[in-house]
């Protein structure tokens, strides 16, 4: 069955320029993430560099990832850097207390990760630890990374095999501290806050970004208390001293990672929608305090959480912590999230899925010597050309096709009265760079196509190139078995174009298409 659906995109009502930053990666030291999904040592049989998995490295390159953020997560507010320098076979053993009680060789720590994020080419974001550690710790974790004058840390840096500082820009000051970093109200977060940031400088050429924990989702009291406690801390520049606020939202699960109805795809899309409100709802509380935006909203963990075990990850036998196969429904999570995310470029800086490899909504499942790419990493690829774009505004007429009933814990802290979980037969979001427009739209549909009227407002383009992710069976995902199920189309081209193009969407697809513009 097919249905008709409008869109109209106005190329001359900008919206920001997209932040290359809000198609971050996250990796934690969480199951499989790191060892083996990352690091298999230089003694390994698989082939590495340096330790890094070859296989990882190459898959992962072509995106040229913008931010990794690393050590967690929770584990990140257990973790003491000094425990993952220096020579490897001198490092402590430790228990990943938060992770499943695993064993910690740390041999994978500060210069592994940043040898890491050089080789994809990303912009480091360390989580410091303020739940169980001291405000001298991350002082001395900053100085070791980005000092380059003389001092005792930065000698050992170099001892350690780094001439040059790390640079390191971004600094998470803790991470969930109203839960595993530390179980704080947001008025003894503000203070922790205050004190920690305190000692984490500038040193000359580095400059710091650090960035306060927000809330959990929907949490509008967490981000209100906060910043209304920030009040009473060193009131002359309380603000200049959060550079960022990040939110988590995991949309969570229906059914199954690989086993869900019809209505449950068109739930757990509407449940990612919903980071929508939480975008929108968290900055509107932040311009009560923050009306020249000096602080900037960032989502640091986002994306979909199936439930483990058997049933919940795969039938292939996923072991790891939170692996979880990864369908197209995933992929139009993830879409509809980036689509969300281009429509606020101007108050979206940063976002980070969670997690790049083998955990959670992963980009990447890794296992022995096989790793394959899943169908999130195929999203993140076609949403490349939108990175420092101008986001223009498109109006969607398509017509609502699910209304999910939020459950009673979604709405109880809502921001609005809304109890549904709207959802559009189709979503998009548009940029322009160096004047090609870049349309992406999912059509959120299990089953239905869909043919498109694109109207483009005072404006034509031309030499259209579309790209399409979809699939014949909703459930559709890439095992290792066989890694290229769900995948990008190859392009198709057309001499289509001026001010309506009509475009075909199949089912459950994501489609990118790019004109030049007139
Ligand atoms: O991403 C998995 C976990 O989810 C992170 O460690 C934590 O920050 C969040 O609760």
Redesign the pocket.
């Given at each position: 069955m097919e249905t008709v659906q409008r869109l109209v995109l106005l190329p001359e009502e900008p919206i920001g320029q997209v932040s290359p930053y809000i198609h971050g990666q996250?990796s934690?030291h969480?199951g499989d993430c790191i060892y083996p999904g990352t690091f298999v040592g230089t003694e390994s049989p698989l082939p590495n560099t340096r330790g890094i998995r070859q296989d990882v490295l190459e898959a992962l390159r072509p995106l040229e990832i913008p931010v990794l953020r690393w050590p967690?997560?929770?584990?990140a507010d257990n973790y003491h850097w000094r425990d993952g320098i220096g020579p490897r076979e001198q490092r402590p053993t430790r228990v990943n207390t938060y992770w499943g009680m695993a064993e910690e060789s740390n041999a994978f720590g500060t210069h592994e990760f940043i040898d890491f994020s050089r080789q994809l080419g990303a912009e480091p974001y360390f989580a410091g630890n303020v739940g169980s550690a001291a405000p001298s710790e991350l002082r001395d974790w900053v100085e070791y990374c980005n000092f380059a004058g003389n001092s005792s840390l930065a000698d050992e840096r170099r001892a350690n095999g780094s001439a040059d500082p790390f640079k390191v820009q971004f600094w998470g000051i803790g991470?969930?501290n109203w839960?595993?970093g530390g179980n704080m109200s947001p008025e003894e977060y503000a203070a922790a806050f205050a004190r920690y940031r305190t000692y984490v400088f500038n040193y000359p050429g580095s400059e710091v970004q650090a960035i306060a924990c927000g809330p959990n989702s929907h949490d509008f009291a967490w981000t209100r208390r906060f910043f209304d406690a920030m009040k009473n801390h060193h009131t002359s520049c309380r603000l200049k001293q959060v550079q960022g606020f990040a939110a988590?939202y995991?949309c969570g699960t229906t059914g199954s990672s690989t086993e869900y109805t019809d209505s449950q795809w068109l739930e757990l899309l509407a449940r990612g929608y919903a980071i929508e409100g939480i975008v929108s709802g968290h900055r509107a509380i932040m311009d009560e305090f923050d009306k020249n935006r000096r602080v900037k909203l960032i989502v640091d963990?986002w994306g979909t959480w199936h439930p483990s075990g058997p049933g919940g990850t795969s039938l292939e036998g996923f072991h790891g912590i939170?692996m979880q196969q990864n369908t197209l429904r995933d992929a139009c999570v993830a879409a509809l999230t980036l689509d969300v995310f281009n429509n606020h470029a101007d108050i979206l800086y940063m976002a980070n899925i969670?997690?790049l490899i083998n955990?959670?909504q992963s980009l990447l499942l890794v296992e022995d010597d096989k790793c394959i790419k899943t169908p999130t990493y195929h999203v993140f690829d076609l949403y490349k050309p939108h990175r420092n774009g101008q986001a223009i505004r498109v109006i969607s007429e398509a017509e609502t096709i699910s209304h999910g009933e939020a459950s009673e814990e979604h709405c109880r802290s809502c921001y609005t009265d809304q109890r549904t979980l709207d959802l559009q037969a189709v979503h998009s979001s548009a940029t322009i760079k160096d004047g090609v427009l870049c349309m992406t739209v999912v059509n959120t549909h299990p089953t239905q196509q869909v043919e498109l009227d694109v109207e483009l407002r005072q404006a034509n383009w031309s030499e259209l190139e579309m790209v399409t992710l979809t699939a014949d069976d909703i459930h559709a995902c890439n095992t290792f078995a066989q890694p290229e199920r769900v995948k990008l189309s190859a392009p198709q081209r057309s001499s289509n174009g001026g001010k309506h193009t009509r475009i075909q969407l199949p089912a459950a697809s994501v489609v990118r298409v790019m004109g030049t513009l007139h």
């Open positions: 996250f934690e969480l967690g997560g929770c584990f991470n969930e839960g595993c988590h995991y963990e939170y969670a997690q955990v959670l």
